[in-house]
T-cell receptor, first 114, second 113 residues
Framework: AQSVAQPEDQVNVAEGNPLTVKCTYS??????LFWYVQYPNRGLQFLLK??????LVKGSYGFEAEFNKSQTSFHLKKPSALVSDSALYFC????????????FGAGTRLFVKA | DSGVTQTPKHLITATGQRVTLRCSPR?????VYWYQQSLDQGLQFLIQ???????AKGNILERFSAQQFPDLHSELNLSSLELGDSALYFC????????????FGPGTRLTVL
């Protein structure tokens, strides 16, 4: 069965510092991995995806994510955090089994302090 | 703005009632997904339609049903409502049948009293 874990409920980082939001997954076969962001009272917004190819994926708003097959991880990163990055971040996985459903993690709340 | 629209934005109703939530996908998108977001359950996938046909089913209760119409808009019907059904309901759309990024609407906040 597919699953995705976001081990941190909350991540705190100072503005200007690098940030990492962690995600690990479990899926049979090749994974399709996604990151989404949710701002208060808004729907989720797509940030980036990994399907195949380069392990470092670049997305919107300066975010990037690194796919690590051996560690089954897909951590979200940004070199320099902004206060406006404060939001709820969701990792998601889908694959060629499990009915092709997309499974979302529980979410990680990111606080960027000025 | 994702291009996905949902109506209504807010809905307040009583236990035992039935409601219908509506979603219009982005222009050109054939897939529509429905999700329930609550504080204790997180984001739960309910159901997906692709070009009018049910494509995948998640944790959707028997009291809930959905359909996608020929013009590709979708409706989620919730009946015999219970207090625990209070949540944000999101619709998302995508171009492909599976494994693609999804574009979310602003959601419908349902409150069951």
């Amino acid at each position: 069965a597919q699953s995705v874990a976001q081990p941190e409920d909350q991540v705190n980082v100072a503005e200007g510092n690098p940030l990492t939001v962690k995600c690990t997954y479990s899926v049979s076969g090749n994974p399709y991995l996604f990151w989404y962001v949710q701002y208060p009272n808004r729907g989720l917004q797509f940030l980036l995806k990994y399907i195949t190819g380069d392990n470092l994926v670049k997305g919107s708003y300066g975010f990037e994510a690194e796919f690590n097959k051996s560690q089954t991880s897909f951590h979200l990163k940004k070199p320099s955090a902004l206060v406006s990055d404060s939001a709820l971040y969701f990792c998601a996985v889908s694959g060629n089994t499990g009915g092709f459903k997309t499974i979302f993690g529980a979410g990680t709340r990111l606080f960027v302090k000025a | 703005d994702s291009g996905v629209t949902q109506t209504p934005k807010h809905l307040i109703t009583a236990t035992g009632q039935r409601v219908t939530l509506r979603c219009s996908p982005r222009s050109g998108d054939l897939s529509v997904y429905w999700y329930q977001q609550s504080l204790d359950q997180g984001l739960q996938f309910l159901i997906q339609y692709y070009n009018g046909e049910e494509r995948a089913k998640g944790n959707i209760l028997e009291r809930f049903s959905a359909q996608q119409f020929p013009d590709l808009h979708s409706e989620l019907n919730l009946s015999s409502l219970e207090l625990g059904d209070s949540a944000l309901y999101f619709c998302a759309s995508g171009t492909e049948k599976f494994n693609n990024e999804q574009f979310f609407g602003p959601g419908t906040r349902l409150t069951v009293l």
